[in-house]
């Protein structure tokens, strides 16, 4: 996808206008992460076309099923090199965004590139279990792409939410997970709002994205230690 692509098809599909101050934000998060990747591995993508399509791209197809601007605050767990958070933030601005990840080196970088961007997000390295003792009851959405299996996101994600606040899980294939994630929405007072699937452009790779919202407080014991949520996964 070329940077004229990647504006039309974000205009066409997603209904985003985006103006020269934020595709320049987006040319220079892109250039630097391809340049910082030579030394430090945040991403198996490493061209730009690529960047622009499954990173990007990808990334805001989260406005299908929510509109952002009605959203305060957001928590991006496992975000990796910043995705989908950081590009949220660069789109929407107003968006008070957490980046949270427990690899270092990743938030060295997120740390490095948004002082670059001129951008301010808070940047957590810490497990989602742990960070969440000290934040429940904190985001209006919470969202994740691509980190783990939908059961471990659930209970790692939904004690962060207000109450009716949303959390909205960017996969690929999914059938599988969503029958195994039957137990713990029930479990953790949450309900399944929204399946959406669709295909990537250009690539036509299948995307889903799962939409879940949380109905009543989350019972004490959650999230449990990492360990535990495993036990019930295998």
Do not use: W
């Amino acid at each position: 996808m070329t940077e004229q692509e990647f504006i039309s098809l974000v205009k066409t599909n997603l209904g985003l206008s985006l103006d020269d101050i934020k595709l320049n934000l987006l040319e220079i998060y892109c250039n630097y992460l391809i340049e910082y990747n030579k030394n430090v591995n945040l991403t198996a993508i490493k061209d730009k076309k690529d960047i622009y399509l499954k990173h990007f791209y990808d990334s805001l197809t989260l406005v299908k099923v929510t509109d952002l601007n009605q959203v305060n605050n957001l928590l991006d767990i496992g975000t990796g090199a910043g995705f989908p958070g950081m590009v949220l933030k660069i789109i929407f601005p107003h968006l008070k965004v957490t980046l949270l990840d427990s690899n270092n080196k990743k938030i060295k970088f997120l740390k490095s590139l948004s002082q670059k961007l001129g951008i301010e997000v808070n940047l957590i390295n810490d497990r989602a279990e742990i960070y969440a003792k000290k934040h429940l009851e904190e985001f209006d959405i919470v969202t994740s792409r691509a980190v783990a299996e939908l059961p471990i996101l659930i209970e790692l994600s939904i004690p962060y939410l207000k109450k009716h606040g949303l959390f909205i899980a960017l996969k690929s294939k999914v059938n599988q997970e969503l029958d195994a994630s039957k137990k713990i929405i029930k479990d953790i007072k949450c309900n399944m709002e929204k399946v959406y699937n669709f295909n990537l452009p250009i690539l036509n790779h299948e995307r889903t994205i799962v939409v879940i919202k949380k109905c009543e407080k989350t019972p004490k014991k959650y999230p449990r230690n990492y360990s535990e949520i495993l036990k019930d996964i295998k």
